[in-house]
DNA sequence: TAACTTATGTGATATTAATCACAAAGTAAT
DNA sequence: ATTACTTTGTGATTAATATCACATAAGTTA
């Protein structure tokens, strides 16, 4: 764990904090799948992700999902943290889409540390600053462009987060996560191979041009 | 100053940070319509809301707009704290919907404060909370709802905002909240007229049910 | 009051996406 | 190999929204 967190947040954390997080923090390793957080948990800290891709995706009443943006190492949970130091509810859901290796900080720290800790400031500042931006582009995505474009931005995102080129998914949960039918998806992705962008296979879309 | 200050944050604020922020807050009345905040402005530090209403606006590179949320007193723009304690560019445009009032305060104590009084801390995390909140909330709409859904929560969300039971506007400048064409916009609300739900006037729109 | 300007109403048509229905191909299980 | 299940492909239809074109109405200004 000290290895990792060295890794990814030696330039981020001063010393004295690093030292801190390796004391209190709790490893966990998440399976692929493995639900992090769910609709209305309350947190009891937030995660540090060490190695990983995490989705986090909003759900409407009727059970209807959207995917809100990944999270990736060196990210962190700002939905967590402002649940966490309030003890409200988390409105999002958050899965590993693949095995993913996070520290969990406990909630008693998040306030005392961002006292101590220039670094920690600015850390916490600029996770909001990051999340907003990133909600920001979903919010641009879903007003202004159309579904292929969503869906070719969703791809080359994906692989992105994945460090793939290839992504193991079917049409069925691309269509969950840009909330549309697999009918779509499937003709979009159609029309996407004729472009030359990817080439299809069975549980599988390579992408041939970023 | 200090009257509207002491009456909205005294509940919020600790008494000695009241004391610095009318020290060092720069107070400032807003015209209706008055630009605030654009795209790509670097802010030198953040708005707190003591009266009034701000729409928060973004824009994609084809200068098409779509409404993020509006801002009340007690509220404080998240995205240029970011901005402002990073010194990177905001992504947003900040318009008053109506003649409001803010305290200008400087970037320089922003991160003082979030070290010397707990009561800050919370407030800008809540803030961000808040903003994360309410992004989802557009997300939400922009995903699952229909666009005479999406008007009807327009406008009693409009309402509210500015504490009146009728708004003072045009269909196409609800078309350009909303990213969609005058056209679609004057039968949608002719729709929820026919359903009871408002009144139509020349540039004024009447609220009968919330 | 006439001439303009701005705001609203509405038919017709086009485009995008959602939905239904079913076939075909690939994979896994017995 | 047969059966069952999952995934993908595709035509046909419907619904929502966008776009065009123009009429009418309500204010404004000369």
Known sequence: MREKLEKYYSFVFE??????????????????????????????????LLEGAIKIVR??????EILLYFL????????????????????IRAIAEKESEIIFLPKEKLD????????????????????LNEMMETIDSLAFMRMNERLYKYLTDKAQIMRETSLNTTHQDIAYDLHTSRV???????????EGKIKLHRNKIEILEF
Chains 1, 2 share one sequence.
């Open 184 to 194: 779509v998806v499937s003709r979009l992705l159609k029309q996407l191979e004729n």
């Open 15 to 48: 010393k004295e904090l690093l030292d801190e997080i390796v004391q209190v923090g709790v490893y966990k390793k998440l399976r692929e799948n493995e639900l992090l957080v769910d609709l209305g948990d309350k947190m009891k800290g937030v995660p540090l």
């Open 59 to 64: 759900e409407d009443k009727n059970g209807e």
């Open 112 to 131: 005392e540390w961002l006292v101590k800790y220039k670094s920690w400031r600015n850390f916490v500042i600029e996770s909001y600053n990051i999340r």
């Open 72 to 91: 990736e190492r060196g990210d962190t949970c700002a939905s967590s943290f402002a649940s966490a130091i309030s003890n409200g509810k988390c409105g």
